[in-house]
């Protein structure tokens, strides 16, 4: 009765722990001003892409010359570009290509970082090999190289976002190497492998799990900087080809008319930044929040 008792006992000890673990992170969490405003951000403007399609009572791609360039009315509230197309309606349905853009290359270098980075970090052949293809993709500026392979591969937008993912999946991979480094050389690390475990259970149950705190945080800004590339390759004419709508290419359609349709280029260009404030304030938001170091130095 007595053990019954006690495993009881500890169980509720444990169960009380966990509660305020919780109720700590919850607070914690809430209480991070950066994230919860870049969060609720991202939010909004997701549910603009998603849902806002829904609503819109014009076809984006239709077009009606007699309404060319109209300014922002009860009619059209953001007014209409140069082929008489709601502006509102364009805008809202390429928030859904530039934010899906911008998560698939995130997406896309997240994943290809983490192998690259863990493998690099464990294998010194890997390593010298890997890395310095990665100096050299680095060493050429992001937009350029990004505008050398979409000449070469087409625009389309499935070209866009490989090109984007070769652009910043250096990045991340540089970022996972440095911090699986710092994991491999851990005492628990050498205990294991002197237990006999395989090197797919070292990098994979062990190193990288403790990569994905820099991991998600790496990957909230490389989705801002994808969404800031991709509106400057289509506002150049290598992004998104017409007549599909992006930001960028709303932008691209408005540099001719800007001192006579302003709202051409100011409302995409709210929405860019927008995206792109929301995305730098959750990520310094997960940076707090998931790297102890970080909160005790500004402690």
């Known amino acids: 009765m007595k053990a019954i008792e006690s495993n009881k006992e500890l169980s509720n000890i444990k169960y009380e722990l966990k509660k ?19 969060g609720v951000t991202i939010i909004f403007l997701t549910l603009v892409a998603f ?58 270098t997240s994943f290809m970082g983490l192998i690259i980075g863990l493998y690099a970090s464990y294998y010194k052949i890997l390593d010298h090999i890997l890395m310095r293809v990665c ?9 350029l190289l990004a505008i050398a392979l979409m000449s070469s591969l087409g625009p389309k937008t499935l070209n866009v976002v490989i090109a984007l993912s070769i652009v910043f999946t250096p990045y991340v991979a540089r970022v996972i190497r440095s911090k699986a480094i710092v994991i491999r050389e851990q005492t628990y690390v050498e205990a294991i492998k002197v237990q006999g475990a395989s090197t797919f259970r070292v990098i994979w149950l062990h190193i990288m799990p403790n990569t994905i705190s820099p991991l998600v945080v790496a990957a909230t800004f490389i989705f801002a900087d994808a969404i ?72």
């Open 135 to 143: 100096d050299g993709l680095m060493s050429i500026p992001g937009i």
């Open 20 to 38: 305020e673990q919780r109720q700590l992170f919850r607070k914690r969490l809430f209480s991070n001003k950066l994230m919860v405003t870049g």
């Open 228 to 299: 800031i590339t991709e509106a400057a390759l289509s506002f150049l004419g290598a992004g998104i080809p017409a007549p599909d709508p992006s930001w960028g290419n709303i932008l691209y359609d408005g540099k001719l008319v800007i001192f006579s349709a302003w709202w051409m280029t100011v409302f995409p260009g709210i929405m860019i930044i927008l995206s792109v404030l929301g995305l730098n304030l959750l990520g310094d938001g997960l940076r707090d929040l998931l790297d102890p170091h970080t909160n005790y130095a500004k402690k």
């Open 51 to 108: 849902i806002g399609p829904l609503l819109m009572p014009y076809n984006p791609y239709e077009m009606v010359v007699q309404n060319r360039l109209q300014a922002p009315s009860m009619q059209h509230p953001l007014g209409t570009d140069e082929f008489g197309r709601d502006l509102l309606s364009r805008i809202v349905f390429g928030a859904k290509v530039t934010l899906g853009v911008g998560f698939s290359v995130a997406a896309i």
